[in-house]
T-cell receptor
Framework: GAGVSQSPSNKVTEKGKDVELRCDPI?????LYWYRQRLGQGLEFLIY????????KSGLPSDRFSAERTGESVSTLTIQRTQQEDSAVYLC????????????FGDGTRLSIL | GDSVTQMEGPVTLSEEAFLTINCTYT??????LFWYVQYPGEGLQLLLK?????DKGSNKGFEATYRKETTSFHLEKGSVQVSDSAVYFC?????????????FGKGTKLSVIP
């Protein structure tokens, strides 16, 4: 597709369950980013992938959060043992590279933890 | 660490009114500055950017000038339209290492009424 695609668009789950969120970047984009947007807040950086380099995981809030990306393709963000404070919109973005290349965002996954 | 502060909304304007959304930042060195826009039901889109002091970014009638002396990047438009109703986010990426990490403000919701 032409843009960044995320799935599911909405996810409701019970506290304590694991969830997996998916991101399909724009074809040819080597950089991929995950952000979290809590209600009424700005976006928080979570993790960054660039090609085959080691990812920058400095924004992950706890060890319950992890993300994978194979090469320059799909990425998955996994949250284990979800807590209510994990409720947020999770946004994925991709870009041609780093350093001033514009990031193109997907529509996000709205995660609600009951 | 880096931070972005933008005026809190919501902002409600009549069509053809002048718009200013204030944005100030805290960062070392010379960050790049961005405005992103999120229209209802859509993902974040880059609106405009500036990469060095005194640069003016412009797009769709919106403008913002990178002011190093006041650490500001205020968004302006001379005559807003109903179609400009959206949430606007100011963001920065640092210079040097980690330049891919966008730091966002909390967003300002703009509603334009006919």
């Amino acid at each position: 597709g032409a843009g960044v695609s995320q799935s599911p668009s909405n996810k409701v789950t019970e506290k304590g369950k694991d969830v997996e969120l998916r991101c399909d970047p724009i074809s040819g984009h080597t950089a991929l980013y995950w952000y979290r947007q809590r209600l009424g807040q700005g976006l928080e950086f979570l993790i960054y992938f660039q090609g085959n380099s080691a990812p920058d995981k400095s924004g992950l809030p706890s060890d319950r959060f992890s993300a994978e990306r194979t090469g320059e393709s799909v990425s998955t963000l996994t949250i284990q043992r979800t807590q209510q404070e994990d409720s947020a919109v999770y946004l994925c973005a991709s870009s041609l590279g780093d350093s001033n290349q514009p990031q193109h965002f997907g529509d996000g996954t709205r995660l609600s933890i009951l | 660490g880096d931070s972005v502060t933008q005026m809190e909304g919501p902002v409600t304007l009549s069509e053809e009114a002048f718009l200013t959304i204030n944005c100030t930042y805290t960062a070392t060195g010379y960050p790049s500055l961005f405005w992103y826009v999120q229209y209802p039901g859509e993902g974040l889109q880059l609106l405009l950017k500036a990469t060095k002091a005194d640069d003016k970014g412009s797009n769709k009638g919106f403008e913002a000038t990178y002011r190093k002396e006041t650490t500001s990047f205020h968004l302006e438009k001379g005559s807003v339209q109903v179609s400009d109703s959206a949430v606007y986010f100011c963001a920065l990426s640092p210079s040097g290492a980690g330049s891919y990490q966008l730091t966002f403000g909390k967003g300002t919701k703009l509603s334009v009424i006919p």
